[in-house]
């Protein structure tokens, strides 16, 4: 498809937002790191609950959905976007850089780089959804920073309708987490890295199953910094002085979003509003 420029007057784009998307909930996990790290940046997010998850539907559909998200988010004013989606991610980044004219980031490299730094056996265990394991996208980001380190990877589907649905304490949780570490446990990794960014909701589950001398990590905290550093660089840092601005948009169901996003951010969020995105 032609780039998409963004019309963006030289003066006003520091105070423009930071944009965030993902299938549902879960990138939610990143904004919470993204307002402790940058407290004064505005922030507009958009969750795609009407398409969740994204992680077994094709690649054709993954592009074309995290395309229609990118252009729904620069109608709201955004300055950078990061593709909370590790699914969107691995399959789309690529495009949606060449084809829209912003700084856009993943939130698989930053997982991938803190997972090398942690590992101390070299063995590092992926879970995630399986467009995202089937990508192979952390196992050559790991490999590109260490190529002696091992990975093993394993598909997850039901966690993000576990999470999506607010079990985090249900039995059924444990019992599926169960099944699906087997290959991570008997690998014997020493980090594991929750490659979907709906995990974090299950990050005492997981702990709690794969014993507590494993570390899990979750990319959020790495894209953070990320997006502070180029920020920096670019010099887009907001200037303003006022409160900042964060606006909450979903595909389907704005008051589950509502009622659910306090366990993702810790406190209340109000006026989540309905948008469809189109091209």
Same mark, same amino acid.
């Given at each position: ?9 030289? #003066?006003?784009?520091?105070?423009y937002?930071?944009g965030?998307?993902? /299938? +549902?909930?879960g990138?939610?996990? =990143?904004v ?6 940058l407290p004064? $940046?505005? !922030?507009?997010?958009?969750g795609?609950?009407?398409? =969740? ?8 559909? !993954?592009?074309?959905?995290? !395309? $229609?998200?990118?252009s729904?988010l ?18 789309? &980044?690529?495009?949606l850089?060449? /084809?829209f004219?912003?700084?856009? &980031? +993943?939130?698989?490299?930053? +997982?991938a780089? %803190?997972?090398? %730094?942690l590992?101390k056996?070299k ?20 490999q590109?920073f260490?190529?002696? !380190? @091992? ?27 169960? $099944? ?6 008997r ?6 890295? &929750? ?6 909701? &299950?990050?005492? *589950?997981?702990?709690?199953?794969v014993g507590? #001398? *494993?570390?899990l990590?979750?990319?959020?905290t790495? =894209?953070?910094?990320?997006?502070q $550093?180029?920020?920096? #660089? ?5 200037t %303003? ?9 979903v595909?389907?169901q704005?008051q589950?979003?509502? @009622?659910l996003?306090?366990?993702?951010l810790?406190?209340?969020?109000k006026? =989540?509003k309905? /948008?469809?995105p #189109?091209?």
């Open positions: 498809m032609p780039k998409v420029f963004l019309p963006m007057p030289a #003066n006003s784009k520091k105070n937002s930071i965030v998307f993902d /299938s +549902g909930l990138g939610l996990t =990143v919470k790191e993204l307002m402790r790290l004064h $940046e505005n !922030i507009v997010y958009f795609d609950t009407a398409r =969740v998850p994204y992680g077994t539907k094709s690649r054709e559909s !993954i592009i074309r959905f995290s !395309i $229609e998200n990118v729904f620069l109608r709201n004013r955004v300055k950078m976007i990061v593709v909370a989606c590790n699914t969107s991610s691995s399959v789309a &980044l690529s495009i850089k060449r /084809s004219d912003l700084p856009i &980031l +993943g939130v698989i490299r930053p +997982g780089r %803190q997972a090398v %730094q590992t056996n063995k590092i265990g992926i879970i995630a959804t399986p467009t995202t394991i089937n990508s192979e996208a952390y196992t050559k980001n790991i590109a260490d190529p002696s !380190i @091992k990975v093993i990877g394993n598909a997850c589907p039901l966690f993000v309708p576990l999470a999506e649905e607010g079990w985090f304490e249900k039995k059924v949780t444990f019992d599926v987490a169960r $099944e699906y570490l087997k290959p991570i446990i690998s014997k990794a020493d980090t594991v890295i &929750l490659g979907c960014t709906h995990y974090p909701l &299950l990050r005492d *589950v997981v702990q709690k199953v507590k #001398n *494993v570390v990590v979750d990319s959020g790495e =894209v953070a910094f990320e997006v $550093e180029l920020l920096k #660089n670019l010099g887009l840092e907001r %303003q002085k006022s409160a900042p601005k964060r606006h909450f948009y595909s389907d704005p589950h979003f509502q @009622k996003a306090r366990q993702f810790g406190f209340d969020i006026n =989540v309905r /948008s469809i #189109n091209v």
